[in-house]
């Protein structure tokens, strides 16, 4: 857990390099623990994003799933 805080962090330090907007950061990080809940048994890798994804979409329309996607993108790059 203590891991994922860090990681947060270094999410939250990196977008605000990039001058990203503060509520922008607030929901990225939101969505990213969002995804680190799910992927807790499975481990943070591009294929249980990929499938949180998946998931994310069975359950919402495909435009309300951009901003997790764009935060994933940018947590995982």
């Known amino acids: 857990m203590n891991e994922n805080i860090?990681?947060?962090?270094?999410?939250?330090?990196?977008l605000l390099?990039?001058?990203y907007p503060k509520e922008t950061i607030k929901g990225y990080i939101l969505h990213v623990s969002k995804y680190f809940d799910f992927a807790k048994d499975n481990g943070i890798?591009?294929?249980?994003?990929?499938n949180f994804i998946l998931l994310q979409?069975?359950?919402k329309e495909p435009?309300?799933?951009g901003h997790?996607?764009?935060?994933?993108?940018?947590?995982?790059?």
């Open 63 to 65: 435009s309300s799933v």
């Open 6 to 14: 860090d990681l947060l962090k270094k999410l939250e330090e990196n």
């Open 57 to 59: 979409l069975k359950k």
């Open 45 to 50: 890798n591009k294929e249980s994003a990929k």
């Open 17 to 19: 390099l990039k001058n």
């Open 68 to 77: 997790e996607i764009f935060s994933l993108k940018c947590f995982l790059i």
